[in-house]
């Protein structure tokens, strides 16, 4: 009976009669076989590609074929091999199997025992795929650096699987806290290019003027300052990873210049005349939507379309289940051993209050939460009185900011402000705005028309929670002279928080108007 699929068997055997013999037994099974006659040979053979069956004769003209089968044990795992000898004993068949290799077949033999080995070596390469097969389709709770089994994250997993080994450039997109950077780094160790560099870039944290210092670097004297040569991001990336974070904070004039190294891999330094060229796997991320930035003209549509290849979309905590609590232990375990305490677990109720909670700030946030439990508290398990005020007893992060305002009971207010306080609405909001901003707004010229904002004119001109908020904001900014990440640090929130406010409020008002 013979095997009906194929496989590919290299052959190691110094004597062409037999080579000849055990190359015909071995393409009855359906074997596709090459044949050398020298240790040598075999090994350039798996330098270039490693069949399923390696079928190696121990004594060799050039060497022992023991050496041979301890090197693709080492390297080649994946090949199953086995040994045939005409001075076969006891003891070398033991240290044989005890190498690795699946059989010991003693010389001469027919093509019956071959056979039968050949058949049982197929068979468990078989179970093995099978095996390895069914343990990668299993929900993953560690992978890369992300904890967490809920099916987002299987997703986020497989789509890192797929994408790791491909030179394509990948995006990923998600809020702050979500662990972006995590992203890039899973992509770039499950790549082939994982013993090459990966350097990390945040266009947001670089003034304007540096950034392309930053990427390409720069020749000496070419600004204030430069007092040698200095290497950019783009070379000691080289052959391996860029990420760059927070990607859609370049600047227009950079992002053409940057359009073009992506296309050729050619850049100049800043100061610099000479044409470089490197090899760079390029990986971005954004807590913006990448497509409204460009319909804004803040993000320059063909570099969209040049980074935005692979998207990868990192799920917020507060949609992925249980894993908080993975989450939660993975924390309280690591942070336990920072501080020398003695947590163990989390009560039934506190479990609850994190499941419950929106996480604001998501992964980022609970990180802070669960080191401020450890650090002010002495105990075996964390209970309700351990946690922050803001997880106390709220189920939102909102829950403070509705307080302030006795709004009318107008049903389409009423339904306008519902509306904001919605998860959509409400995953960015701050818990420590109102206080933040009441020193900011005490202090300047805009005081009045703020506090207006928040209390309204009279006790009959209430206006909607998400429009007061609105004036707010607005008011900080203007304060700031339009600078929207001073105006973010000063009301207590992110600058992306900001910008997906303003696309949301387009559409309460649209909603107002035609109520």
């Known amino acids: 009976m013979e095997i009906s699929h194929s496989f590919t068997v290299l052959l190691v055997e110094d004597s062409m009669s037999l080579g000849a013999l055990y190359t015909e037994y071995l393409r009855t099974e359906g074997g596709k076989v090459t044949h050398v006659n ?24 050039d060497m022992s074929g023991m050496d041979i089968l301890q090197k693709a044990q080492s390297q080649y795992p994946d090949t199953t091999v086995i040994m045939i000898t005409a001075h076969g004993t006891i003891d070398l068949a033991v240290e044989s199997m005890k190498s690795g290799a699946f059989d010991f077949i003693i010389k001469p033999f027919d093509a019956k025992r071959l056979s039968i080995t050949v058949r049982n070596a197929l068979k468990q390469r078989q179970l093995v795929n099978l095996v ?34 491909s030179k394509a450039s990948a995006f990923i997109v998600g809020e702050s806290g979500t662990g972006k950077e995590v992203c890039a780094h899973a ?48 070379t000691r990336a080289n052959g391996g990873t860029l990420f760059l974070d927070e990607v859609c904070e370049m600047d227009l004039e950079l992002q053409s210049k940057f359009l073009r190294f992506i296309q050729t891999g050619i850049f100049q330094r800043v100061g610099g005349t000479k044409e470089e060229k490197v090899d760079v796997r390029f990986i971005s991320a954004t807590n913006r939507l990448p497509w409204e930035e460009v319909k804004a003209g803040r993000f320059r549509e063909d570099l969209f379309y040049r980074l935005h290849v692979i998207p990868i979309e990192l799920p917020a905590l507060r949609v992925r289940g249980k894993d908080v609590l993975l989450l939660a232990q993975k924390f309280l375990k690591e942070y336990n051993a920072e501080e020398g305490k003695q947590f163990k677990s989390f009560s039934s109720d506190v479990k609850k209050v994190f499941q419950d909670y929106h996480w604001p700030g998501n992964v980022r946030q609970l990180q802070n939460v669960i080191r401020q ?9 964390v209970e309700m009185s351990m946690l922050p005020s803001q997880l106390q007893g709220e189920k939102g992060p909102s829950a403070k900011l509705v307080s302030p305002i006795n709004r009318v009971p107008d049903s389409n207010i009423a339904a306008q402000a519902n509306r904001y306080q919605s998860p959509e609405h409400t995953s960015n909001v701050n818990v420590g705005n109102y206080d933040g901003f009441a020193s900011l707004v005490e202090g300047s010229q805009i005081s009045n028309q703020s506090h207006k904002a928040l209390a309204g004119q009279s006790g009959e001109d209430i206006i909607p ?5 609105k004036h707010t904001i607005e008011a900080a900014i203007e304060h700031c002279n339009g600078n929207v990440p001073k105006a973010a640090t000063m009301l207590d929130i992110s600058a992306s928080t900001i910008y997906r406010k303003r696309q949301g409020w387009d559409d309460l008002q649209d909603a107002a108007s035609e109520n």
Not at 38 to 59: R, T
């Open 187 to 234: 992509i770039h160790h499950a790549g082939q290019r994982r013993d090459k560099p990966f350097i990390a870039l945040n266009c947001a944290s670089i003034p304007k003027d540096l950034i392309e210092s930053e990427i390409f670097g720069h020749t000496k004297g070419a600004f204030t300052g430069a007092i040698a040569n200095r290497d950019g991001a783009a």
């Open 373 to 381: 439990i450890v650090v002010l508290n002495a105990a075996t398990v």
């Open 38 to 61: 020298h240790g040598v040979d075999a090994l350039s053979e798996l330098a270039q590609w490693q069949p399923d069956l390696l079928v190696l004769d121990i004594k060799l003209p």
């Open 465 to 469: 929670l998400w429009l007061s908020e």
């Open 132 to 165: 390895s097969n069914y343990e990668k389709s299993l929900p993953k709770e560690n992978y890369m650096g992300f904890i967490g089994e809920s099916l987002a994250m299987q997703t986020v997993y497989k789509t890192i699987d797929c994408v790791a080994s």
